[in-house]
């Protein structure tokens, strides 16, 4: 059964770092674009950042851009989310995507809620 699994959540403080980890199980990820999307509480998901098969596009939302980086190890079967200067409002539930054939990175980040989601992890930033 085709799966990705997310880790890494934790409380942190603000400015602390995090990685995310998102593992899939059941099929290869390369051949996929990776995404992060995260649901803040009282909010709509959003998408966080965004990769290509090859590493050759990515995108970032403005409100981590600089903090926060999106990489993939193909040969792990897994994508990553280094999340760095962590802030307050960077609190949530944090899921990851994958898709065969989006437009482009941006796009996939773009896009409203996929039709399947794991459970995510959670990220609470302290204040």
């Known amino acids: 059964q085709a799966q990705l699994v997310e880790s890494g959540g934790d409380l942190a403080q603000p400015g602390g770092s995090l990685r995310l980890s998102c593992v899939a199980s059941?099929?290869?990820?390369?051949?996929?674009?990776v995404g992060w999307f995260r649901q803040a509480p009282g909010k709509e998901r959003e998408g966080v950042s965004c990769?290509?098969?090859?590493?050759?596009?990515?995108y970032y939302a403005d409100s981590v851009k600089g903090r926060f980086s999106i990489s993939r190890d193909n040969a792990r079967n897994t994508a990553y989310l280094q999340m760095d200067n962590l802030k307050p409002d960077d609190t949530g539930v944090y899921y990851c995507?994958?898709?065969?054939?989006?437009?482009?990175?941006?796009?996939?980040?773009?896009?409203?809620?996929?039709?399947?989601w794991g459970q995510g992890t959670q990220v609470t930033v302290s204040s």
């Open positions: 995507q994958a898709d065969p054939s989006p437009p482009d990175a941006q796009k996939m980040c773009s896009l409203g809620p996929y039709e399947k």
């Open positions: 059941g099929f290869t990820l390369y051949g996929y674009y």
């Open positions: 990769i290509s098969t090859s590493d050759d596009d990515t």
